[in-house]
């Protein structure tokens, strides 16, 4: 077993927090091992729970068009989110989940050492931009900029967006993640072959 299955093997065991009574599955998250790129969501919703996997509802459907947009392919990447576990009616994450949950999501960081992390709306920013000892206002203010950081001792370029499901019924938002991904074909130099 890699790190990642490891990690992945003690997610579906974890009590750490309430979530796992409610929860029907966990999701661990899914991807490529040595991947470039890694997506972080929030946390699971109806369809993720129902199938342990990412982002597999609509919000979902909308971050494989945008994965494909950028040249790449779902398994090329790594996806998972903050809090690995539904939160009952798709509430926020509370503090202490995320405090409980997150250090899943460092080592997944540490394992896969991505070159470029997409933080997909509020709550995985805020966590992420903590890490990097970044302040954090608000996802308006930095979405589509990308940020050299310094990660869990990793130089990363940290991309954070609107979150894809914001967009559902949003036209303009779902214009600006286009917007803010695109800028990942423009970015960085290995990434060109995938043009
Ligand atoms: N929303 C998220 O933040 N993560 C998922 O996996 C699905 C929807």
Redesign the pocket.
């Known amino acids: 077993m890699n790190e990642l299955e490891i990690i992945a093997e003690e997610v579906r065991r974890c009590r750490r927090c309430s979530l796992h009574k409610t929860r029907k599955n966990p ?1 661990p998250g899914e991807g490529a091992e040595d991947a470039e790129i890694m997506f972080v ?5 109806r ?2 729970d129902e199938q342990g ?5 609509a ?2 459907e909308f ?1 494989t068009e945008l994965i494909s947009m950028i040249g790449m392919t779902r398994d090329e990447v790594f ?4 809090v690995k576990c539904r939160p009952p009616h ?1 509430r926020d994450p509370k503090p202490e989940e995320i405090e409980a949950c997150s250090p899943f999501l460092d080592r997944q960081i540490k394992a896969i050492s991505p070159r470029i992390i997409v933080s ?2 509020r ?2 920013t805020s966590y992420l931009f903590r890490k990097a000892g970044l302040e954090f206002r608000s996802i308006g203010a930095v979405r589509g900029r990308i940020v050299e950081v310094e990660i869990l001792g990793l130089s990363v370029k940290l991309l954070p967006t609107y ?3 914001a967009s559902l019924y949003n036209p303009a938002v779902r214009s600006k993640i286009v917007e803010d991904l695109l800028k990942l074909r423009r970015e960085g130099t290995d990434l060109t072959k995938y043009l």
């Open positions: 999701v969501g929030e946390a699971p919703g369809n993720e996997k990412p982002f597999v509802g919000a979902g971050l996806i998972t989110n903050v798709n997909l709306g709550h995985s979150h894809p499901a």
